[in-house]
C-alpha cells in the first residue's frame, strides 16, 4: 500500500473534528485513493480538471471532490456535474462562469474565495481590497460562498507562515460579517498543506489540504 495509514491516523486524531481533513491526491493513482477511501476518507482534492474528471468516473460515488487548483472559465463545464466544492476562485469572471454552469447543471455549487495573502508574487487570489470590492455575488442564484482558502508562502520561517494565516483569519472574520447578510453559509476557512498545517490549525483553520504526509511525495516527472 502507498499511502501513509500511521500519519492518516495521527492528522485525524489532532484534527479531532474541529477541521475537515482535504486528502489531496494530484498525480497519484487511483489505487492510492481508494486505499485511502477504505480507510473512510472521503473529502479529496485535485489541481487538474481532466485528471479529477478521470478519476469522479472511476472512483465511488460518495467522494466529496474539492477542485483546489487554479481553475480555467473554460474548464468550469466539466466539474460542474458533480464538484463538492471549489476552494481556487479568483475573479469575478470566474464566479459567473461557475454559475452559468451551475444553473445549466441544476444545482448550487459551493465555492471558496481565494485570498492572496503569501508575500511571494505567484500565488492566485483576490487581495484583501479587490475582495471587499466584489460586487452583485447576491446576484449569482447557484453559487454559494462558503468562505476563504489562503495559501502561506512557501517558507521555512514559520513566523511568516504564521502571521500570513493570522492575517487570512482576521479577514475572514470581517468579510463573514460582509457577507454574512447575503449568505448564511459562510462557515469555511481552508488554509494549511503538509508543511504547514499544524500552524494554520492554531491559527483558525477549519479546513486542511494534505497530500504529501498522505500519499507520499509527487513526482511531476513520469
Ligand atoms: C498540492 C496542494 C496541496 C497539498 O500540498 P502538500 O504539501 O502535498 O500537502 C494543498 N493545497 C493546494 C492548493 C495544493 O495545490
Redesign the pocket.
Known amino acids: 500500500m502507498a499511502i501513509n495509514k500511521e500519519n492518516y491516523e495521527k492528522i485525524i486524531a489532532e484534527l479531532d473534528s474541529k477541521a475537515t481533513l482535504?486528502a489531496?491526491s494530484?498525480t497519484k493513482p487511483v489505487e492510492d485513493i481508494q486505499a485511502l477511501y477504505d480507510l473512510g476518507q472521503r473529502d479529496f482534492?485535485e489541481?487538474y480538471v481532466q485528471e479529477l474528471v478521470d478519476k469522479e468516473a472511476l472512483l465511488p460515488k460518495d467522494i466529496r471532490w474539492h477542485f483546489?487548483?487554479h481553475l480555467q472559465s473554460n474548464k468550469v463545464k466539466y466539474i460542474a456535474p458533480f464538484v463538492h466544492l471549489i476552494?481556487?476562485v479568483d475573479s469575478d469572471n470566474l464566479l459567473k462562469e461557475i454559475n452559468k454552469q451551475a444553473i445549466k447543471n441544476n444545482r448550487t455549487i459551493d465555492c471558496l474565495l481565494q485570498v492572496h495573502i503569501a508575500t511571494e508574487e505567484t500565488k492566485f487570489g483576490f487581495s484583501e481590497k479587490e475582495l471587499h470590492q466584489l460586487q452583485g455575488l447576491n446576484e449569482l442564484s447557484n453559487v454559494s460562498i462558503k468562505g476563504l482558502?489562503g495559501?502561506a508562502s512557501f517558507s521555512s520561517d514559520m513566523n511568516l507562515v504564521r502571521s500570513e494565516f493570522k492575517k487570512l483569519k482576521v479577514l475572514y472574520e470581517k468579510v463573514n460579517a460582509q457577507f454574512s447578510i447575503l449568505n448564511s453559509q459562510f462557515s469555511i476557512l481552508s488554509m494549511g498543506?503538509?508543511?504547514d498545517?499544524k500552524i494554520a490549525i492554531e491559527e483558525g483553520s477549519n479546513m486542511v489540504?494534505?497530500?504529501?504526509?498522505?500519499?507520499g511525495?509527487?513526482n511531476y516527472s513520469k
Open positions: 482535504v489531496v494530484k482534492g489541481n483546489i487548483g476552494h481556487g482558502m495559501m498543506m503538509s508543511g498545517y489540504r494534505i497530500g504529501s504526509l498522505l500519499f511525495e509527487r
